[in-house]
């Protein structure tokens, strides 16, 4: 189980991705909805091609962008205190007796890096020799034709962060609709209706198509917006790659024996999400918070969302054969994966809710600590969806547990009636920050 999304979209084990061979008809069986139909052909083969003078990190652009204006989203350069986050359990004992290194400890270290890249290209921002591009109109008009069906596809499909993004400044705003259209069809891959149909190999493919994205060479228009959104804004490819193996994951694992392998997974599904956006939300210039623990915080609210899709959707998940609940965890509440299948709501099993709902409810606490120290256009949309997603945990008790036959939902009246909340609460200005990482 992924992000819960639903562009439908499907690879053909015969596909060629760096020509586009065989490609476009693989994506036109998965749901012509998407189709890359509205990019003509004779412009995807030609529109990409010289459209700047390449380093290691410089890809095609359109238009001058420049360096100041380009990063000023994310404030400045952090104060660093030297401080640091405390990693539960980062050395863990194998059956052989060796020491190995915990999820959280691997993925913390994913964020760190994260946080390094933002200040690096923060620090070499006046030593930037990016020449602009000639720009041709046709071009320009077919970039903003690929934002604009990514932010039809984000109002479609997520309204209320949709609305939230209309207050974000317009790069911004185009920026995050690139990436979420991106994680959609990722993750639709193997948790839509043709996720029969993809094979380890069909994601390899979607892995290089990945890396064709962030070398400037999209195959269709929704490609060439995430294209265009990673030149403008210091956007990693590390969590885009892992959201992929997230994918993998999915096609083979069906259980997880301990928090520790649920956590690395949630992080792939979900938590590289965050670490995507905060790159382009920005850190507010007045925020006393470390880039990492910002990082983190968005992290933590990945985690949060995904255990929360998690324990909403127990029984749905139980009809296809998976359990996303750590196998030790109910093995010590007296519980099995037969109680699961079977559906009982039993004392046990609301004491065994309890505990995990509490967990969920950690990370949501310190994901929200790090959302009042994105910039003031960004907070609104984000703390909205936090505030909403957490309240599906309460929506799951207010089910006596039974996540087996009932799916907590918020309803529209709550939802309307959080939207101000959100907002208030975004308007007060940032602390004093670095939060340590949930605990466990």
Known sequence: ????????????????????????????????????????????????????????????????????????????????????FSIQSSLVASPAGEMAVSSEKKVYDVVLKQAALVKRQLRSTDDLEV???????????????????????????????????????????????????????????????????????????????????????????????????VTRFPVDIQPFRDMVEGMRMDLWKSRYKNFDELYLYCYYVAGTVGLMSVPIMGIAPESKATTESVYNAALSLGIANQLTNILRDVGEDARRGRVYLPQDELAQAGLSDEDIFAGRVTDKWRNFMKKQIQRARKFFDEAEKGVL????????PVLASLLLYRKILDEIEANDYNNFTRRAYVSKPKKLLMLPIAYARSLVPPKIASSPQAKT
């Open 1 to 84: 189980m992924s992000m819960s999304v639903a562009l439908l979209w499907v690879v053909s084990p015969n596909s060629e991705v760096s020509n586009g061979t065989g490609f476009l008809e693989s994506v036109r069986e998965g749901n012509r909805l998407f189709e890359s139909s509205r990019f003509p052909a004779r412009d995807r083969n030609s529109m990409w091609k010289g459209r700047i003078k390449k380093s290691r990190r410089q890809r095609w652009n359109f238009g001058s962008l420049n360096a100041d204006s380009r990063y000023s989203c994310l404030g400045g350069s952090r104060n660093e205190d030297g401080s640091s």
């Open 131 to 229: 020449k602009p591009d000639i720009v041709i109109p046709r071009n320009l008009g077919l970039l903003s034709e690929a934002y604009d069906r990514c932010g039809e596809i984000c109002a479609e499909y997520a309204k209320t962060f949709y609305l939230g993004t209309k207050l974000m400044t317009p790069n911004r705003r185009r920026a995050i609709w690139a990436i979420y259209v991106w994680c959609r069809r990722t993750d639709e891959l193997v948790d839509g209706p043709n996720a029969s149909h993809i094979t380890p190999q069909a994601l390899d493919r979607w892995e290089a198509r990945l890396e064709d994205i962030f070398n400037g060479r999209p195959f269709d228009m929704l490609d060439a917006a995430l294209s265009d959104t």
């Open 373 to 380: 120290e994105l910039s003031s256009a960004s907070r609104w």
